[in-house]
């Protein structure tokens, strides 16, 4: 069983920073794609980005630029380091490893696992 535990979010101004950290257990990260997801209130769960196992990393056009996607294989953690924050990137941040190793999807539903979540909130 997969479990995974996001961390970190909390309340920031805006251009403000904040790092998020999602540890898993029950998978070995560091074969999979690793995607996080967000959703605001009343919308739909949105792709951020995902890193790929050899580290290559694909973003959303809202975030590009602003956040970076890492990962500690030997922690089996990923982390969402976010900059230059904006209140529209206020919403609960998921994250959940790919179904396979050579391919990953924008859309939540090709996912099978999720924590909690963590919020972010930004005032502007």
């Known amino acids: 069983q997969v479990q995974l535990a996001e961390s970190g979010g909390g309340l920031v101004q805006a251009g403000g920073s904040l790092r998020l950290s999602c540890a898993a257990s029950g998978r070995t990260f560091s074969r999979y794609f690793v995607t996080w997801f967000r959703q605001a209130t009343g919308k739909e769960r949105e792709f951020v980005g995902t890193?790929?196992?050899?580290?290559?990393?694909y973003y959303a056009d809202s975030v590009k630029g602003r956040f970076t996607i890492s990962r500690d294989d030997a922690k089996n953690t990923v982390y969402l380091q976010m900059s230059s924050l904006k209140p529209e990137d206020t919403a609960v941040y998921y994250c959940?490893?790919?179904?396979?190793?050579?391919?990953?999807?924008?859309?939540?539903?090709?996912?099978?696992?999720w924590g909690q979540g963590t919020q972010v909130t930004v005032s502007s």
């Open positions: 890193i790929r196992g050899n580290g290559n990393t």
């Open positions: 959940t490893p790919s179904r396979n190793t050579y391919y990953y999807s924008r859309g939540p539903s090709d996912y099978d696992y």
